[in-house]
């Protein structure tokens, strides 16, 4: 998992900054946005992060949308897959293929593969291929996503009904089961959100 600080990437912020600064406003002031709204992914050890654009409210047109993501991606050594896209809307993740993995990998395999019906031997790229087909033939979004997301897994499970635990409250998503854990790493989400603004303050 990524749990790197602001210091530590300093130099790779600079050179994304630098970048931008040479850049037409348009990319500029989309990374930038995209840099506040996956800061928990960059700073904050989150596996990823789901992100909606709808046309209506969105300045740049889709295609040039994804030019930009795939140049921030680059920049921060992440990766995204787009799950969704129609006149309407465009939705995708921004996620850390490493972190992901390991999470896959702990998940409960009786869930994952029994009970939801995904093929063994997932990495997170074919994962969120086969999320992204089952929301684009359902027409909802599918829950397990908050695996990818960073949740954590009770809270997953107990979401979709999958565990016994109690729902104990909400902290950007529902809680269940001993909510402390739960809240620490909201916390930290929460923190590095903020550590972000400041280094786009400073730059």
């Not at 397990?144 to 016994?164: C, S």
Request: glycine share 8%; proline share 4%.
């Amino acid at each position: 998992m990524n749990t790197e600080t602001p210091t530590t990437h300093t130099p790779v912020f600079q050179e994304w900054k630098n970048k931008l600064d040479s850049s037409d406003m348009s990319q500029s002031s989309f990374e930038r946005w995209l840099f506040l709204q996956v800061s928990g992914v960059i700073l904050g050890g989150k596996s990823g992060e789901l992100l909606i654009l709808k046309k209506e409210i969105c300045e740049v047109p889709f295609d040039r949308c994804l030019d930009h993501i795939g140049c921030f991606c680059t920049s921060w050594g992440l990766s995204y897959s787009l799950l969704v896209m129609n006149g309407r809307a465009l939705k995708f993740i921004i996620y850390n293929e490493q972190a992901v993995n390991l999470r896959l990998k702990s998940a409960s395999k009786k869930i994952l593969h029994c009970h939801l019906k995904y093929p063994f031997g997932l990495s997170a790229k074919t994962f969120l291929l086969e999320l992204s087909r089952r929301w684009q033939q359902n027409g909802r979004i599918p829950h397990e996503i908050g695996i990818a997301l960073g949740y954590p897994l009770k809270d997953v499970w107990g979401f979709m009904g999958l565990n016994n635990f109690r729902c104990n409250g909400s902290c950007g998503w529902q809680i269940f089961g001993d909510p402390e854990p739960s809240r620490r790493i909201r916390a930290r989400y929460e923190n590095a959100r903020k550590r972000a603004e400041m280094l786009l303050r400073a730059a």
